[in-house]
């Protein structure tokens, strides 16, 4: 009788994963929001919007330690545009122009830019289940895979 109750209880659950992520995967507008980001130990967080032209764009809003230690906000200073060495690191556009592919249900056709070495690579990105979101940065066949957790602001 328990193992029909714990098989029916993981049936559930798989369904119910399964069902929101097919629900995201069929939502373009899925993927805007809030998330949460860890990178070694670095937390932050992204808000993803959506322009007028149906693409999206992910900017960072808040970073767990902002301050150098020379007490200032930290700065984008390895951004490659010289324009944008000056931005606040809680206000750095990460994800420029991604765009929802219907056929592979997920976003592509942008880059990703990672403000701790400078560089920009092409981006992916998709849901594993409804509040975690998989991000693959890639370059030269080269890549790094990331997770966002959806929060609730």
């Keep these: 009788m328990k193992s029909i109750i714990t098989t029916l209880l993981c049936l559930f659950a798989f369904v119910a994963t399964a069902q929101a992520q097919h629900s995201s995967n069929n939502n373009p507008d899925a993927i805007v929001g809030n998330y949460l980001t860890d990178r070694g130990g ?4 992204v808000r993803v919007t959506k322009n007028s032209d149906g693409t999206y764009d992910a900017q960072v809003y808040w970073v767990e330690n902002p301050y150098g230690k020379d007490g200032k906000k930290r700065k984008d200073e390895k951004n490659p545009d010289k324009a944008l060495r000056n931005v606040d690191v809680d206000q750095i556009v990460i994800v420029k122009g991604l765009q929802y592919d219907a056929k592979e249900k997920r976003w592509a ?3 990703i830019y990672d403000p701790t070495k400078g560089i920009r690579v092409n981006a992916t990105a998709e849901f594993e289940t ?4 998989k991000l693959r940065g890639t370059i030269m066949g080269v890549g790094v895979t990331l997770y966002w957790t959806r929060i609730k602001e």
Excluded: C, R, T, Y
């Excluded at 670095?42 to 967080?45: D, E, I, Q, R």
């Excluded at 409804?130 to 979101?133: E, G, H, N, Q, T």
């Design 42 to 45: 670095s937390k932050s967080k």
């Design 109 to 111: 056709g942008a880059k």
């Design 130 to 133: 409804a509040d975690k979101l």
